[in-house]
């Protein structure tokens, strides 16, 4: 089966540096998503990766390794509006769309 | 600016009603989809169109249709609605022709069905 990993829930603090892990085993790979929701509001894009390495936008940043199923998107100097939900999406070989569980960020002041 | 829009964010239905959910796109977007979203799964897909009345089943159709009538509109139907469909509810939109082409989501409808 197909089936997309994040961690639940993750605290941190305002100004600091988070990175929040995506691990995945699909059928086929076509890219990779990262999309940010906040509590009662639309998921937003961020960014989208299909070959590996690392892509900064500003304070957030997306890896992806595609040998081993992984990425991470990396938030830098987190401030209280970055408190949401980071959701994963992975395009199969069928380019279908796989959603994770998504992740809940929680920052701290 | 993109914009997908549904038309409402909270409704309460009986078990046994037919439920309409509507959702309007201004992009022009070829594709468009309905998720329901619920606690500790990811986004599932229920219905998606390529184009003016086509629709294709997604993972979790039983108990759904969709119409899609016009290109700007994708509208999801309940036809007997149950508890087991109260649920967060996304429409999105895509451009056609490349895979890589982001989803843009409408803010949901917060479902109860009674």
Same mark, same amino acid.
């Given at each position: %089966? ?7 829930? +993750?605290?941190? $603090?305002?100004?600091?540096?988070? &990175? ?12 990779? #998503?990262?999309?940010? &929701? =906040? ?5 937003? #894009? ?11 936008? %500003?304070? #957030? ?5 595609? @040998?081993? %199923? ?8 987190? &401030? ?19 959603? %994770? ?9 | 600016?993109?914009?997908? $829009? ?8 009986? !078990?046994?009603? /037919? ?7 201004? +992009?022009?977007?070829?594709? +468009? ?20 009345? +086509? ?9 759904? @249709?969709?119409?899609?009538?016009? /290109? ?10 149950? !508890? ?8 999105? @939109? ?9 989803? =843009? ?10």
């Amino acid at each position: %089966g197909q089936n997309i990993d994040q961690p639940t829930e +993750m605290t941190a $603090t305002e100004g600091a540096i988070v &990175q929040i892990n995506c691990t995945y085993q699909t059928s086929g790979f076509n890219g990779l #998503f990262w999309y940010q &929701q =906040h509590a009662g509001e639309a998921p937003t #894009f961020l960014s989208y990766n299909v070959l590996d390495g690392l892509e900064e936008k %500003g304070r #957030f940043s997306s890896f992806l390794s595609r @040998s081993k %199923g992984y990425s991470y998107l990396l938030l830098k100097e987190l &401030q209280m509006k970055d408190s949401a939900s980071y959701l994963c999406a992975v395009i199969d070989s069928n380019y279908q769309l796989i959603w %994770g569980a998504g992740t809940k960020l929680i920052i701290k002041p | 600016d993109v914009k997908v $829009t549904q038309s409402s964010r909270y409704l309460v239905k009986r !078990t046994g009603e /037919k439920v309409f959910l509507e959702c309007v796109q201004d +992009m022009d977007h070829e594709n +468009m989809f309905w998720y329901r979203q619920d606690p500790g799964l990811g986004l599932r897909l229920i219905y998606f169109s390529y184009d003016v009345k +086509m629709k294709e089943k997604g993972d979790i159709p039983e108990g759904y @249709s969709v119409s899609r009538e016009k /290109k700007e509109r994708f509208s999801l139907i309940l036809e007997s609605a149950s !508890t087991n469909q109260t649920s967060m509810y996304l429409c999105a @939109s895509s451009l056609s022709g490349a895979y890589y082409q982001p989803q =843009h989501f409408g803010d949901g409808t917060r479902l109860s069905i009674l």
